[in-house]
């Protein structure tokens, strides 16, 4: 009964940067992590950046010092904000968002934003 939709990407230089935000709605009870994966083709799925509830964060070696993950509670909305872009970040990016209600836990993925960065 949750939905994530996810909004920002596009087409953009090496070197440039874009914003991906990805907003939950529906009954939502608490949302624990939120985070992004990204998937290239024929590539493997790999986790980008994870936010907890309290503003924790953790990141994918490869984009640390040029990736910052954030979230507003109070919108139920997480963000990515992607500097210094390299080809090898094109991808399709998923939201994710981990919920919760007393000892009952569900994940709630978004359909994916691409990602693509020209040379």
């Known amino acids: 009964q949750v939905q994530l939709v996810e909004s920002g990407g596009g087409l953009v230089q090496a070197g440039g940067s874009l914003r991906l935000s990805c907003a939950a709605s529906?009954?939502?009870?608490?949302?624990?992590?939120m985070g992004w994966y990204r998937q290239a083709p024929g590539k493997q799925r790999e986790l980008v950046a994870i936010i907890t509830r309290g503003g924790m964060t953790n990141y994918a070696d490869s984009v640390k010092g040029r990736f910052t993950i954030s979230r507003d509670n109070a919108k139920n909305t997480v963000y990515l904000q992607m500097n210094s872009l390299k080809p090898e970040d094109t991808a399709v990016y998923f939201c994710?968002?981990?919920?919760?209600?007393?000892?009952?836990?569900?994940?709630?993925w978004g359909p994916g934003a691409q990602v693509t960065v020209s040379s």
């Open positions: 529906g009954s939502i009870f608490v949302i624990n992590n």
């Open positions: 994710y968002a981990d919920l919760q209600r007393g000892l009952r836990s569900s994940t709630s």
